[in-house]
T-cell receptor
Framework: SQQGEEDPQALSIQEGENATMNCSYK?????LQWYRQNSGRGLVHLIL?????REKHSGRLRVTLDTSKKSSSLLITASRAADTASYFC????????????FGKGTMLLVSP | DVKVTQSSRYLVKRTGEKVFLECVQD?????MFWYRQDPGLGLRLIYF???????EKGDIPEGYSVSREKKERFSLILESASTNQTSMYLC??????????????FGQGTRLTVV
């Protein structure tokens, strides 16, 4: 079952602009993670935010989590052409095994 | 540098063939996963394993089986390949137990085409 859903499906911006992607999920989570995938490659972990955290930063990345709305956002500031990729949110539930359930992703295109 | 290695980047197999996709990790991780990725559907979990010889079904296990005889190796088996199993297959691993130990490391993917 698909837990996370990203929005928008695709985003096209210019270099230097900020990119914001959103993720909504359905059930109570232990943590939420964001991954990046370059075309035709495996996924790379970007950042993890736990259910008791509201905001987290890593370099040009800022992630927020609102558990009352069951939503998260990923902000990439001052984007670069090299940020062009697909971005996925993934949730780990509170119960059961530590499996990651992924959304369908947001395709980000950053033009020079 | 941590590594998850999948045996093939590209694979072409015939309908009805038995197909083995191999994945090896060098991080001594307890958990290993197989996902398939299709356009418009995102990543879907096929099977996972939380220990040697242990396996659990994911969301779409039909037509697949797995084997984990050693901690570092997790194999995905297509018993009789069909064209609807044409997809990108992604292997991942993560440390088991405890909060925060769920960051997953992915292999480079195997693009399987069944003809």
């Amino acid at each position: 079952s698909q837990q996370g859903e990203e929005d928008p499906q695709a985003l096209s911006i210019q270099e230097g602009e900020n990119a914001t992607m959103n993720c909504s999920y359905k059930t109570s989570i232990n943590n939420l993670q964001w991954y990046r995938q370059n075309s035709g490659r495996g996924l790379v972990h970007l950042i993890l935010i736990r259910s008791n955290e509201r905001e987290k930063h890593s370099g040009r990345l800022r992630v927020t989590l609102d558990t009352s709305k069951k939503s998260s956002s990923l902000l990439i500031t001052a984007s670069r052409a090299a940020d062009t990729a697909s971005y996925f949110c993934a949730t780990v539930l509170n119960s059961g095994y530590s499996t990651l359930t992924f959304g369908k992703g947001t395709m980000l295109l950053v033009s020079p | 540098d941590v590594k998850v290695t999948q045996s093939s980047r590209y694979l072409v197999k015939r309908t009805g063939e038995k197909v083995f996709l191999e994945c090896v990790q060098d991080m001594d991780h307890e958990n290993m996963f197989w996902y398939r990725q299709d356009p418009g559907l995102g990543l879907r979990l096929i099977y996972f394993s939380y220990d040697v010889k242990m396996k659990e079904k994911g969301d779409i296990p039909e037509g697949y089986s797995v084997s984990r005889e050693k901690k570092e190796r997790f194999s995905l088996i297509l018993e009789s390949a069909s064209t609807n199993q044409t997809s990108m297959y992604l292997c991942a691993s993560s440390r088991g137990g405890g909060e925060g130990n769920t960051e997953a490391f992915f292999g480079q993917g195997t693009r399987l085409t069944v003809v």
